[in-house]
């Protein structure tokens, strides 16, 4: 414990770094499968080829990429950017196909009502199509969040600062409180990114809490007496 | 008014929903597609404000051919109900009564007051207006799907199978209501259904369809009731048997009419009032 006390600004700065590294990339995901994940949803044949290739992206493993990224995209070997790129190409692979079942997942009734009473199809996608997937890309997202903050201690094998480096640190100099500490920051991090994507949810997706008060409701009726 | 001139519709896999089918909804009237499934009577609805094309003929709003009309537009200038209300289930009960006037422009504080204005007209609280569709019971629901067609004063209000879905005592209180509206509003109104008696309580026009949108009959209720034109329609409505086929009982001095099941129907209690059937449940 005395190490942690003793480091505590380090602790807070690899946090920082750490938060730098993953939060682009959960947002730069989120933002590049909309589009794909719409096509994918859109027409048969781009479904299969964009979640087969997606579902492809999510299979590279991640030291071969920080090692060709650099010459594919012209960054230095031991640029933090490799990072967010690697993340976001995985963000992306898990993210598309969320997004394909999410629009899927809106009621065809309520689409061909919306159609019905004036929406064109842009309207349409952003008004009623992505807010009504909004609970599954909820989950995706969360799922996404996690996964990108545990990915990105990684960074600290290719020389980007974060979390990750105090396992790192701690193997090299055998500060076993300092691997502890890397493990467990993360750990919290991704908890922390977590509950505040549900609350952010909870304040975009309002209409889902309603839908669960009813039926809260209707389980805390009283059961109908019987006279014995 | 709107005409349907020698209207198909193919398919693309073939099926022939609508064939050569031609009919005029005068103005200001309720029309009644009435037919089972496979009659084409939705198809027919959904060309109105061409969420469907016919693939042959034309269909004219008060002389414009709509084919020349953007669909989008169109559709905002025409109210629709369908069953299940369709409402948008993010949205609070306000913001779907308002959805369409907001997507022609209107300012939201003026969209919101009218469509709580609105919830008066179809006789719902205005302590709902913050509630999600999915907290209304299924006849509110249909209440705030009529609000939501009539937000922008159409017109024309389409209505495709719009009842049902909800309970009888429910559809029977909305069936009323519909009709309280229409005689204060006299919009005019395409109403689709495979109920007869629904057809005969709301229609000014009753158009019965057979298969492939061919219309076996055009009349009022009480022409097709009296004159049935074929077997089908006959059959369809059932004029030939059970609460339709009624003959009069002599009982203490009374007339008692009488349905082909037996069941007593009413007593006969003199002249009618022109244009309604005079007899008392």
Known sequence: MTWVWENLDLIWDRTLDHLILSVPPIILSFVIALPLGWLANRYRLSRGVILTASGLLYAIPSFPMFIVLPALVGTTLRSPLNLVIALTIYGVALMVRVVADGLASVDADVQRSAVAVGFSAWTNFWQVELPLSGPVLLAGLRVVAVSTVSLATVGAVIGA???????????????????????VATVLLALLLDAALVAAGRLALPWTRARKAVKADARLRPPVEVTP | MIEFRSVSKQFPDGTLAVDDFSLTLPSHRTTVLVGSSGSGKTTLLRMINRMVDPTAGSIEIDGVDIASLEPVKLRRSIGYVMQNSGLLPHRKVVDNVATVPLLRGVPRKKARADALAMLDTVGLDRGLADRYPSQLSGGQQQRVGVARGLAVNPNILLM???FGAVDPIVR?????ELIRLQTELGKTVVFVTHDVDEAFLLGDQVVILQEGGRIAQIGSPADILAHPANDFVASFIGADRGKRALHVERHDGRDVLVDSDGRLAGVLVGD??????GFSR
């Open chain 2, 172 to 176: 029977a209180e909305l069936q009323q």
């Open chain 2, 272 to 277: 009618s009032a022109p244009g309604q059937v």
């Open chain 2, 160 to 162: 495709d199978e719009p």
């Open chain 1, 161 to 183: 600062q974060s979390l990750g480096s105090l396992f790192t640190d701690g193997f090299q100099r055998g500060i076993q409180a300092e691997i502890i500490t890397g493990i």
